[in-house]
């Protein structure tokens, strides 16, 4: 069982940056798929940035390319998400998630492959 807790949200400016950090207990975080998903006011939740459990592979939706970076520390328990030149578009509740098996780069952005999930943190750009 692995229980996620997100950190790191805040309000910031078009254009700045913030990083998102996801601890999780359980000893068996290190065998685990991890993504980051977003959501926002009358939208359903969407794919941003998943990593396998070695990090070797990454995915990335189209709209965060080149922005966002998912990273992750299994020594730490922790998977990070570092957002570069954020927009107002980005703006929702970010959630981390854990799915306990190796997925595709195309599967990695399945919700329904991730059966543990953090509850959110909220990320608002504006100005």
């Known amino acids: 069982q692995v229980q996620l807790g997100e950190s790191g949200g805040g309000l910031v400016q078009p254009g700045g940056s913030l990083r998102l950090s996801c601890a999780a207990s359980g000893r068996t975080f290190s065998t685990y798929t991890m993504g980051w998903f977003r959501q926002a006011p009358g939208k359903e939740r969407e794919f941003v940035t998943a990593?396998?459990?070695?990090?070797?592979?990454?995915s990335y939706a189209d709209l965060v390319k080149g922005r966002f970076t998912i990273s992750r520390d299994n020594a730490k328990n922790t998977v990070y998400l570092q957002m570069n030149s954020l927009k107002p578009e980005d703006t929702a509740v970010y959630y981390c998630?854990?799915?306990?098996?190796?997925?595709?780069?195309?599967?990695?952005?399945?919700?329904?492959?991730?059966?543990?999930w953090g509850q959110g943190t909220q990320v608002t750009v504006s100005s």
């Open positions: 998630a854990a799915a306990p098996l190796a997925l595709t780069n195309q599967a990695m952005g399945v919700t329904s492959y991730y059966n543990h």
């Open positions: 990593i396998s459990w070695s990090g070797s592979m990454t």
